[in-house]
């Protein structure tokens, strides 16, 4: 499974981006995804998540009700909408992937719990 993000880019602080995640290889309509971001000397942490199972998402504090997850599983894709974006949204973004039955809410809030990993987008935020 290959994963290919895009959509980054610069923004003022206020504005809004859509990041986009591709996937070839395999079908993942059976896969729960997710997106990560990492900023420079930090840890990756956890953004959001979509199940496969009724698109539950999962949302980490510092972004939920500014961004959305989505997925298109007739594309293979999904989608990070995220608005009113402050400069502490800059950071490298990952759009993953792992199989539903193996998904651990554990794992994924530390950061991890994905089997497939793009190679990020970066996200600047200027002030």
């Known amino acids: 499974v290959q994963l290919q993000a895009s959509g980054g880019g610069l923004v003022q602080a206020g504005g809004s981006l859509r990041l986009s995640c591709a996937a070839s290889?395999?079908?993942?309509?059976?896969?729960?995804m997710g997106w990560f971001r990492q900023a420079p000397g930090k840890k990756r942490e956890f953004v959001a998540t979509?199940?496969?199972?009724?698109?539950?998402?999962y949302y980490s504090d510092s972004v939920k009700g500014r961004f959305t997850i989505s997925r298109d599983d007739a594309k293979n894709t999904w989608h990070l909408q995220m608005s009113s974006l402050k400069p502490e949204d800059t950071a490298t973004y990952y759009c993953?992937?792992?199989?539903?039955?193996?998904?651990?809410?554990?794992?994924?809030?530390?950061?991890?719990?994905?089997?497939?990993w793009g190679k990020g987008t970066q996200v600047t935020v200027s002030s």
């Open positions: 290889g395999r079908t993942l309509s059976t896969y729960s």
């Open positions: 993953a992937a792992v199989p539903g039955e193996h998904y651990s809410d554990y794992d994924v809030r530390q950061g991890g719990g994905m089997d497939y």
């Open positions: 979509i199940s496969w199972i009724g698109g539950t998402t």
